[in-house]
């Protein structure tokens, strides 16, 4: 089993930008985040297709964040500009183990997470 590890949360304000990183320990097919919000639903934020180069951006965060691949180093990286408070949630990776995975964002292997708070 693949094991994920997150790094780069934190506290900013509104307006400023952080970088996420999660280093996956063996290879994955893809590799994307989720965020959960206090009382909300886990929501999809980006994903990393690395079998067929293409990524995926919600429309949350369109414009706003870009995802990354360093193969290298199989660590993925999210980079976070013009935060909004209602960007504040738990930041968790993800990793696909098949293509068909991937394509359903089902069973996919969860990293523990790591804090994002945007304050106004």
């Known amino acids: 089993q693949v094991r994920l590890v997150e790094s780069g949360g934190g506290a900013v304000q509104a307006g400023g930008s952080l970088r996420l990183s999660c280093t996956a320990s063996g290879y994955t097919y893809c590799m994307g985040w989720f965020r959960q919000a206090p009382g909300k639903e886990h929501e999809r934020v980006a994903t990393?297709?690395?079998?067929?180069?293409?990524?995926y951006l919600g429309d949350s965060v369109k414009g706003r964040f870009t995802i990354s691949m360093d193969n290298s180093k199989n660590t993925l990286y999210l980079q976070m500009n013009s935060l909004k408070p209602e960007d504040t949630a738990m930041y968790y990776c993800?990793?696909?183990?098949?293509?068909?995975?991937?394509?359903?964002?089902?069973?996919?292997?969860w990293g523990q997470g790591t804090q994002v708070t945007v304050s106004s």
């Open positions: 990393f297709y690395g079998y067929i180069s293409t990524t």
């Open positions: 993800t990793a696909g183990g098949s293509p068909s995975i991937c394509s359903s964002q089902a069973s996919l292997i």
